[in-house]
């Protein structure tokens, strides 16, 4: 089955970018049915969603972020990744990658796989 | 963006019973709704797709319903693995967004 893994630095200095990974298993970014998206969580707190990516190269980022965010594949590696720059201790949180799925077509999107999530603090 | 509001923001139940959570959009959303559970340290799971659709695997037990702005989600008998974190979420419009999220707590 369809697996996604984050991976990046843990520790990320203020105003420096922060970059992540998310490695796909089990099925490729490059199948016209998902959208890829990042999604984050500070510490005891809700999620915010990201952005996303789709294999034609489309993207589409919360405009809360939008100045500062880059998604972007890599078919060849089956991965895609995140960067956030200009980051402060606001964009300390958990970064989950995660499938976005039109499931059943039913029309309605869904995030409905999920990597475990990748702790990144900015700090000096 | 479209604001979505859950209640309450906490419950604490007993195992057997059957416990709501209600989501509130600031808009319509027609069944653009889908629900989550987040298990301590965990990434969310999808339980509920398009407002009242369960995602395969997920235990009979959950169930959704609504449409327009208001959305429940229900536990017809609460389990111990029923601890966690619920959120509802809308992808009626970018930028997608999340209920605040409700922790269930067993008694």
């Known amino acids: 089955q369809v697996q996604l893994q984050e991976s990046g630095p843990g520790l990320v200095e203020p105003s420096q970018t922060l970059s992540l990974t998310c490695i796909v298993s089990?099925?490729?970014?490059?199948?016209?049915?998902?959208?890829w998206t990042w999604i984050r969580q500070p510490a005891g707190k809700g999620l915010e969603w990201i952005g996303r990516f789709y294999i034609s190269g489309t993207t589409n980022y919360n405009p809360s972020l939008k100045s500062r965010v880059t998604i972007s594949g890599d078919t060849s590696k089956n991965q895609f990744s995140l960067k956030l720059s200009s980051v402060t201790a606001a964009d300390t949180a958990v970064y989950y990658c995660?499938?976005?799925?039109?499931?059943?077509?039913?029309?309605?999107?869904?995030?409905?796989?999920w990597g475990q999530g990748t702790m990144v603090t900015v700090s000096a | 963006d479209i604001q979505m509001t859950q209640s309450p923001s906490s419950l604490s139940a007993s195992v057997g019973d059957r416990v709501t959570i209600t989501c509130r959009a600031s808009q319509t959303i027609r069944s653009y709704l889908n629900w989550y559970q987040q298990k301590p340290g965990k990434a969310p799971q999808l339980l509920i797709y398009?407002?009242?659709s369960l995602q395969s695997g997920v235990p009979s037990r959950f169930s959704g319903s609504g449409s327009g702005t208001d959305f429940t989600l229900t536990i017809s008998s609460l389990q111990p693995e029923d601890l966690a974190i619920y959120y509802c979420q809308q992808s009626y419009s970018t930028p997608w967004t999340f209920g605040q999220g409700t922790k269930m707590e067993i008694k």
């Open positions: 089990g099925g490729s970014i490059s199948s016209g049915s998902y959208y």
């Open positions: 995660a499938r976005m799925n039109s499931i059943g077509n039913s029309g309605n999107d869904a995030f409905d796989i």
């Open positions: 398009a407002a009242s």
